[in-house]
């Protein structure tokens, strides 16, 4: 793998005018024929051949305008074909034939099987193995697709676009034909075929088109896919309500598959899934699962505009279309939930994921400037960081401006493959506003910190806040430049209201929102009666950290009267987090942990507030993971001793709050039928945080146990097996439990992940003995990314104690896992690689095993582009 540079991005030298691709299916030779009609580029050099990517092909046929080419006029190797002496203008047609096996493709890129199903996934460079192509998502064409397979194996044959017809084709065979209209990517193609069950529903759109949709799933899952198909109404509703959105073909499929390696792909009227992200009822899945497929169904709908409709330029612009699909979802999650429950898992996500990303090894600006390899782009960077950058243009430019820029960008480049500069011009030429300086959001690695200092003087009536951003120094950018953070707040007084200021000095300040534009500034505000307690990044308006010494009573004082609950929580957090830094300490240096009473105390204020809605309370009392307190530690962290310290907390909390626990165990019991909604869910969530404490303060599996006998839908099943697994892994309960659990749900491989996840993350050195006997299991399959997520990969990504056992046989085990895994699925290595990329931030016995465990990825032979970029980057 070279090195790709933004900076050499050019045009092709043909353009592509016409895509017609006929494949004759055979699951171990099928045909592929791809007439492809070009033209020379204006001004472009006669001379020059064209070249086509391609990826372990082998050319089987090649014909200009119909007819044979010569040998001499090209050269094809596995990963190009070039053709030669082409004409200087006219149109001409080139038909290629190849012939690929879809049973052998286990890197799940292409065309490929999964239980009989034929399947594609070509985003970001998979259609290049199907045929030779110009593989760049700059090359827009329409399609015509004809399938032709074995009619018994296959009555279910989809592509892109609308349906032009089908029938029989020859003996045994039968061919159908789609048309896609719309000029797109070759990344944004998709070839379905087998035997699938579907359910059917229609959407009127908003000027009163009909469009059919249909969820393709396995025999007999259909009853599990009605609640993606009422996400997906909804979906499709709230893109016309909110951005004036309408969906634009006939016909809208989904097809869901279980071996697929992320959680859903965009393909342009023919999106497809991991099954884990359509597959839902009451008994199998979660409340959280259900969030998901309510997300993941909106995230790839709403691609239809933000990524297919206007496409990137190249792939550096991944984060024009990913962040901003992120941002939609996220509004579309706040409006069908709660806004603020929402804001604060976004947060936690963010912090608990994208931040370590971007202040280790890995970092990289959510534009970047180069890659090796594309596909170890797909990051919490691109997706998390960009969309919190739409946000931030959305608090600086107000509802209605952002509103305008929105539309000036569809209106504008509809049809186009285009750059985050030409979006973020439409913001600027919609508003107004200059945004030259906030543009180096995209460019700039790193998490900015913002430190504080506030001043009240009650002689003048002033409060000044000096704030300062740095930087921090990201591999290839030592040298960073101010930001501008938008920064919302509010000065709290002490009967709880907002002070309004009679003037601001030092900046600009608009509506509630401060603009830190200088590396440092000082903002003064006169007319303040009182000394207010400052409020500052409410709704996490910029993904920022915050160096403040706020006092706990500050904290407790914006935990009770924030108008903002987003702000509640966070103050409740930075309340919690200090106490568990240091337990961490007293835990390592072998002291007696403490806990301050008034963080505990207010803990238990915001629990048994029945003002809050209740999947707040849940999650106020949800502490910082063991993965923020190490953040928080920022190195030489020992994970025991942080599991320790936080175990140690939680059980102060439980036993001041064990009342307060019994009483919201009991109230907030749901009544009737099981129903995912978010007030259900909320219920459920705050009911088990009460059992989780109550398991602290009881000490015994006892009440645990009896949730789990009780439990009527997965989500109690699923919360209470946790709890006795994690809490008490050795009790006689815990082993009858995790039994009935594997008995009862034996052949629903999605709920056995969960079982194979809740045992890979008791906490403990043992853990990784558990993984090893269970990858002995019958139902786990190395060769499905779902199985192995949610075994080997919940084991390094959630399992902290006994992931980073001090002896590093974790780390040797994972090694093992990656170079075993890598030949046949790169991007699963991957995925498994990145659960080490905050190695140097361990305790130095420990970071030491990481690195040998590393440095044996990165010395064996024949390693893909993917790990090797990886891990030569993380050793670096
Ligand atoms: N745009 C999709 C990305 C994706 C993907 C990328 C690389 C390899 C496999 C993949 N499957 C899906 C998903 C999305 O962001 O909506
Ligand atoms: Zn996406």
């Known amino acids: 793998g070279q090195i790709v540079h933004l900076a050499d991005y050019r045009p092709t030298d043909f353009v592509l005018e016409r895509v017609d691709l006929t494949f004759e299916l055979d699951p171990t030779n099928t045909k592929v024929d791809a007439r492809l009609i070009f033209h020379r580029r204006e001004g472009v050099d006669a001379s020059l051949p064209l070249v086509l990517d391609g990826d372990e092909l082998k050319l089987s046929g090649l014909l200009f305008d119909q007819k044979e080419v010569p040998a001499s006029q090209y050269d094809a190797t596995p990963d190009s074909l070039t053709v030669r002496d082409l004409p200087a203008e006219a149109p001409f047609e080139l038909t290629i034939t190849t012939y690929i096996n879809p049973e052998a493709n286990t890197q799940l890129m292409g065309l490929y099987r999964t239980n009989g199903v034929y399947c594609t996934q070509c985003e970001a460079e998979g259609f290049r193995r199907i045929t030779y192509f110009p593989d760049r998502p700059d090359v827009l064409a329409p399609y015509t697709i004809t399938i032709i397979g074995d009619?018994?194996?296959?009555?279910?044959?989809?592509?892109?676009?609308?349906?032009?017809?089908?029938?029989?084709?020859?003996?045994g065979r039968s061919f159908a034909a789609w048309f896609d209209p719309h000029p797109k990517p070759a990344y944004l193609f998709a070839l379905v075929a087998g035997d699938l069950g579907v359910i059917e529903d229609t959407f009127e759109t908003m000027s009163g088109n009909e469009v059919t949709l249909k969820i393709y799933v396995e025999h007999g899952k259909e009853p599990r896919a009605a609640y993606a198909m009422d996400a997906l109404k909804r979906s499709m509703k709230w893109d016309e309500d909110h951005f004036g959105r309408e969906y634009d073909l006939n016909i809208f499929q989904i097809v869901a598959v279980s071996d697929f390696n992320m959680g859903a792909m965009e393909n342009k009227g023919l999106n497809v899934f991991n099954d884990k992200y359509v597959l839902a009822d009451p008994d199998t899945a979660t409340d959280q699962d259900y969030a998901n497929i309510e997300r993941i169904i909106a995230h790839e709908y709403f691609h239809n505009w933000t990524g297919n409709r206007i496409t990137c330029r190249d792939w550096f612009q991944l984060c024009l279309k990913e962040g901003l699909t992120v941002y939609r979802d996220q509004e579309f999650s706040s409006d069908m939930r709660s806004r603020a429950v929402k804001r604060i898992a976004d947060v936690r996500h963010l912090k608990s994921d994208q931040f370590p990303e971007d202040s280790g090894p890995l970092a990289h600006p959510p534009r970047p400037d180069s890659y090796r390899e594309i596909n170890n782009f797909y990051t919490m960077t691109i997706y998390e960081k960009g969309a919190e950058i739409t946000g931030m243009v959305a608090t600086l430019l107000g509802r209605d401006d952002f509103r305008k820029g929105m539309d000036l960008y569809f209106e504008r480049h509809d049809g186009q493959a285009v750059t985050v500069e030409d979006y973020v011009k439409c913001f600027?030429?919609?508003?107004?506003?200059?945004?030259?300086?906030?543009?180096?959001?995209?460019?700039?690695?790193?998490?900015?910190?913002?430190?504080?200092?506030?001043?009240?003087?009650?002689v003048t009536g002033t409060f000044s806040l000096s704030l300062e951003q740095t930087t921090p120094a990201t591999p290839g950018q030592p040298n960073k430049e101010p930001l501008h953070i938008p920064l919302s707040f509010a000065l709290i007084l002490d009967n709880g209201q907002v002070a309004q200021p009679k003037s601001v000095t030092g900046g600009e300040v608009t509506?509630?929102?401060?603009?830190?534009?200088?590396?440092?500034?000082?903002?003064?505000?006169?007319?303040?009666?009182?000394?207010?307690?400052?409020?500052?990044?409410?709704?996490?308006?910029a993904p920022i950290n915050l160096a403040f010494d706020q006092s706990p009573e500050d904290l407790i004082h914006i935990a009770r009267h924030d108008s903002d609950l987003f702000s509640r929580w966070q103050a409740l957090n930075d309340l919690?987090?200090?106490?568990?830094?240091?337990a961490a300490r007293d835990a390592r240096d072998g002291k007696d942990v403490g806990c301050d009473p008034a963080f505990v105390a207010a803990l238990l204020e915001c629990a048994g507030?029945?003002?809050?809605?209740?999947?707040?309370?849940?999650?106020?009392?949800?502490l910082?993971?063991?993965a923020d307190i190490a953040r928080a530690l920022g190195g030489n962290n020992d994970p025991d001793a942080i599991h320790a310290g936080r175990k140690a907390?939680?059980?102060?909390?439980?036993?001041?709050?064990?009342?307060?626990?019994?009483?919201?165990?009991?109230?907030?019991?749901?009544e009737g039928a099981y129903s995912p909604e978010a007030e259900d869910a909320g219920k459920r969530s705050l009911r088990s945080a009460a059992l989780s404490y109550l398991t602290y303060a009881e000490n015994s599996p006892q009440r645990a146990a009896e949730a789990f006998g009780a439990a009527n839908n997965m989500t109690d099943l699923a919360q209470s097996l946790t709890l006795l697994a994690h809490r008490f892994p050795d009790a006689s309960e815990t082993t009858a439990a995790l039994a009935s659990f594997l008995t009862r749900f034996d052949g629903n491989p999605l709920v056995i992940d969960k079982w194979f996840s809740i045992q890979a993350t008791i906490p403990g050195i043992d853990a990784l003995e558990r993984v090893t006997a269970l990858m002995g299991n019958a139902r786990y399959n190395a060769g499905n990314p779902n199985r192995v997520r949610s075994l080997v990969g919940t084991f390094a990504f959630g399992n902290p104690t006994g992931f980073n056992r001090a002896d590093g046989e974790g780390y040797g085990f994972l090694a093992d896992q990656i170079l075993a895994i890598d030949p046949k699925n790169p991007q699963l290595a991957v995925r498994l690689l990145t659960s080490m990329r905050s190695w140097r931030s361990l305790e130095p016995v420990r970071a030491e095993q990481a690195?040998?465990?590393?440095?044996?990825?990165?010395?064996?032979?024949?390693?893909?582009?993917?790990?090797?970029?990886?891990?030569?980057?993380?050793?670096?």
């Open 851 to 876: 690195r040998l465990a590393l440095s044996k990825i990165a010395n064996a032979s024949g390693l893909s582009t993917d790990v090797s970029d990886i891990v030569g980057r993380m050793l670096k």
């Open 428 to 458: 600027e030429d919609a508003s107004g506003r200059d945004l030259s300086q906030f543009f180096r959001w995209y460019v700039q690695a790193g998490t900015p910190l913002v430190s504080v200092s506030g001043a009240y003087d009650g």
């Open 151 to 171: 009619k018994a194996a296959n009555p279910v044959m989809l592509s892109n676009g609308n349906f032009l017809g089908g029938a029989g084709y020859d003996e």
């Open 624 to 626: 910082p993971s063991e």
């Open 649 to 670: 907390i939680h059980e102060m909390i439980a036993k001041t709050g064990e009342e307060v626990f019994v009483r919201l165990y009991d109230e907030m019991k749901t």
């Open 576 to 582: 919690a987090l200090p106490n568990l830094t240091q």
């Open 511 to 541: 509506g509630d929102v401060l603009h830190l534009t200088e590396r440092s500034q000082t903002f003064s505000f006169s007319g303040i009666s009182s000394r207010p307690v400052l409020s500052l990044n409410r709704s996490f308006s």
């Open 609 to 622: 507030d029945a003002s809050l809605e209740p999947a707040f309370r849940a999650q106020a009392l949800n």
